[in-house]
Nanobody, 128 residues
Framework: QVQLVESGGGLVQAGGSLRLSCAAS????????MGWFQQAPGKEREFVAA????????AYADSLKGRFAISRDNAKNTVYLQINSLKPEDTAVYYC?????????????????????WGQGTQVTVSS
């Protein structure tokens, strides 16, 4: 049974930083591309960032590039999302997701339909 468990969310002031973690089990983590998505109140879930199975390739939503950084530690079966210079508009539930089939073309990383497994999400709230 595949499980993705996010942690690290919370309430933070604007300008602060957070590192979200997603611990995976039940899959061969080192063979899965991983992604992070965000869902703000009243909005659709949107792509944030993704990383290849090896960690050698990353992709980001254009609007978030520069403040967000995705990384992974295959020895710990964990993927991370570092968020710096937090803004109130970053307030959202952040989900991690895994692709069962590791698409090599990053254009397949941005659609949530290409992810097979999802975590329950972690809430990030940024106060102004």
């Amino acid at each position: 049974q595949v499980q993705l468990v996010e942690s690290g969310g919370g309430l933070v002031q604007a300008g602060g930083s957070l590192r979200l973690s997603c611990a995976a089990s039940g899959l061969i983590f080192s063979t899965n591309n991983m992604g992070w998505f965000q869902q703000a109140p009243g909005k659709e879930r949107e792509f944030v960032a993704a990383i290849s199975w090896s960690g050698g390739l990353t992709a980001y939503a254009d609007s978030l590039k520069g403040r967000f950084a995705i990384s992974r530690d295959n020895a710990k079966n964990t993927v991370y999302l570092q968020i710096n210079s937090l803004k109130p508009e970053d307030t959202a539930v952040y989900y991690c997701a895994a692709q069962k089939m590791a698409f090599g073309n990053t254009r397949y990383w941005r659609s949530q339909t290409n992810y097979n497994y999802w975590g329950q999400g972690t809430q990030v709230t940024v106060s102004s």
